[in-house]
């Protein structure tokens, strides 16, 4: 994949989860986007961050002392092959682990 498919590719999958996660209430989940990255800070203290690295042609998270690297599948979903796990469902379960708020990605 080149540069700009997977800019296009990141790109769209960060806007989604930024205006997903912006509808979430700022005292739960505070968001914070800069530069393309995706900070949230939960209630518990618990501190997300979600940014896509174009050189690696992946989007990385990183939470509770753990590092995810999703790698496109070319349907709309993110895979980290490592672990087998999804993006937006594994953003999800941290959120709702946390801090008890459910939200659908």
């Given at each position: 994949m080149d540069e700009a498919a997977f800019d296009s590719l990141a790109?769209?999958?960060m806007a989604y989860l930024e205006d997903r996660l912006g509808?979430?209430?700022p005292d739960d989940v505070e968001l914070?986007?800069?530069?393309?990255?995706i900070r949230l800070d939960l209630r518990?203290?618990?501190k997300i961050v979600?940014?896509?690295?174009?050189?690696?042609?992946q989007i990385w998270?990183?939470?509770?002392?753990?590092?995810?690297?999703?790698?496109?599948?070319?349907?709309?979903?993110w895979l980290a092959t490592r672990t087998n796990e999804e993006?937006?469902?594994t953003l999800s379960r941290i959120i709702k682990e946390r801090?008890?708020?459910s939200v659908t990605l």
């Open positions: 790109h769209d999958e509808e979430l209430d914070t986007v800069s530069a393309g990255v518990d203290g618990t979600v940014n896509s690295h174009r050189a690696a042609r998270m990183a939470a509770i002392a753990t590092a995810w690297h999703f790698d496109p599948l070319g349907d709309g979903r993006l937006r469902p801090v008890g708020v």
